[in-house]
């Protein structure tokens, strides 16, 4: 009895935990823009008494602001001039363009990438894992296979598109399949891994 509240209170409180701590990882990641502004540019120093949450408040709203100016033809010429001038920085050009290209793909409401999970056979014939595809292009598919708990980092593979097996789960559905360890099942991936394997037929 001891154990079962038990187990059902870590079930309750790991979930809790690593959401809170994340959320704060990526506010503390936010907030240090300002530990390199000078003391006169900081939000406490304007209106003579420290707000909690303001400095979340104007990244957001130097966010939005950014993206009204940038929109206009005027800031997109801009901002070619300044992609012109960043091209002309090795480093600096490699570490721009790539993030650049990935942010695209993933707020892009047309883009194919991340929209289809797929079952691949990685890392060796016979295992199975499950895939997001970030492109095709005629007959290849490139797949990125998140690792377990933590679906931010993992594997770029390049696979036959009649090699990956599609499978009806969403993106959300597929991440929370991962993060769990596998505990949380589907039925379209049990359904696939057992065509697959041949399984379903016997």
Known sequence: MIRKQLVAGILFWIPVVVTVLTINLLVDMLL????????????????GFHVPGIEI??????????????????GKHLVKY?????EKLPLVRSIYSGVKKIMEIMVNPQ??????????????KGSWVIGLVTRTEGDSMTVFVPTTPNPTSGYVITVKESEAEKLDMSVDEALQYIISLGTLSHSALSDKFQIVTGEKDK
């Open 32 to 47: 240090a823009v300002f530990d390199h502004m000078p003391i006169y540019m900081h939000p406490d120093q304007w209106i």
């Open 57 to 74: 408040l104007i990244i957001i709203l130097v966010v939005w602001v950014t993206g009204i100016l940038v929109a206009n033809i005027v």
């Open 82 to 86: 300044g992609e012109f001038l960043v």
């Open 111 to 124: 883009g194919q990438a991340f929209r289809q999970v797929v079952l691949i056979s990685f890392p060796q």
